[in-house]
């Protein structure tokens, strides 16, 4: 009986493949039978990886994995698994330390040097299509990105936004920058928070807005951070998925840029509101200046300060995103449905401690 044959070389590199962001992206991937590699920091990410994409009901026999450590050049590959990427021409890159409270010494190699070696590692790839850089969506506004800054000016930046969005706004600069020198056609995608799943809710991250739904939930949230203006946009975690596996394909330029959001996000407050409902406790009294929050002490708010630059009531241009996925054929699943199985599934995760 002949062997069956090879699985073909991966053309799709997924950096943090075995995070929140990651997995969902290469079940998306596999999704479409595309030959796909996740770079995995232990053998036993890979090991849990392959079995979160069997509970999924997908067959991970396809995936290539290798090991990887992005705060080192040459993203820490062994020579043999450098070599089987050789076919790779598109680059996920969503490694990030996500966790606030983090040092500078923490967060920078992580965020800021770890994209500058993925950056520099996509320049290698001779079939190289496009290296796609997940930011934030408060991240990459300015239009003339400055790298490196001086070291005075990067103390300034941390010392105003805390080491995780410090880190990550310098590394969204540093790729910009570089990656024309390079040579690189480069996208940068700016998500804003992500929650669940839309059918089943399924998210597995339990910061951010995850935290203020905790609150809420426990009956510790008497004042809502904000105005009523106050703007903290949403996208589910399938539908950015969906949207980066249709990046490659699609973008054409040199370089671009999208802000993906859902649009029909309500302000803060009405979101809150909304949320309280479904889960039958009683919504915040009011309102308290996002200033006067942090001149309390985080015992009495249980605010943590790194998270309040979030509370703005900026907008963010979709338009190139909206134009992406207009053409990928996307839409948002409908965002009431999908905040509802997300809060379920919080509740039902403990949020995060089971």
């Known amino acids: 009986m002949p062997s069956a044959p090879p699985h073909p070389l991966p053309q799709t590199l997924v950096l943090g493949a075995g995070g929140f962001l990651g997995r969902w992206l290469i079940l998306e991937l596999l999704g479409r039978g595309e030959p ?72 920078e190699p992580a965020n800021l040097h770890s994209a500058l070696h993925a950056l520099h590692w996509s320049a290698t790839r001779p079939r190289l299509r496009r290296l ?139 979101l809150v509101a909304l949320l309280a409902t479904h889960l039958g406790v009683r919504p915040p009294r009011g309102l308290i200046p996002v200033p006067l929050v942090r001149r309390l002490p985080r015992a009495l708010t249980g605010a943590d300060p790194e998270t309040l630059s979030f509370l703005s009531e900026d907008r963010y241009d979709t338009t190139s995103a909206d134009h992406l996925a207009t053409a990928a054929g996307l839409t948002h699943p409908p965002l009431t449905p999908a905040l509802h199985h997300w809060a379920d599934r919080l509740v039902h995760d403990a949020f995060g401690t089971r």
């Open 132 to 270: 796609v850089h997940l930011s934030g969506y408060r991240v990459g506004r300015d239009p003339h990105p400055r790298h490196p800054l001086d070291q005075g000016a990067a103390a300034a930046l941390y010392a105003r936004l805390g080491a995780y969005e410090a880190s990550k706004q310098l590394a969204d600069a540093a790729v910009r920058v570089t990656a024309p020198r390079l040579g690189v056609p480069l996208t940068t995608v700016n998500p804003s928070s992500v929650i669940g799943h839309s059918a089943t809710g399924e998210a597995g991250q339990y910061l951010g807005l995850a935290q203020l739904v905790h609150q809420l939930h426990r009956g510790r949230l008497p004042l809502l951070p904000g105005t009523r203006r106050t703007f903290v946009p949403v996208v589910t975690v399938d539908h950015l998925a969906r949207f980066l596996a249709a990046v490659p394909a699609h973008d054409h330029a040199p370089s671009a840029a999208h802000t993906v959001l859902d649009p029909t996000t309500p302000a803060l407050p009405d």
């Open 36 to 107: 796909v590699a996740a770079a995995v920091r232990t053998t036993g990410s890979g090991t849990a990886l392959r079995a979160w994409l069997r509970e999924h009901d997908t067959d991970p026999t396809p995936l290539t994995t290798v090991t990887a450590d992005l705060t080192h050049p040459g993203l820490g590959l062994s020579p043999e698994d450098d070599a089987r990427l050789g076919e790779v021409r598109d680059v996920h890159n969503l490694a990030a330390r996500y966790q606030f409270g983090l040092t500078r010494a923490q967060a």
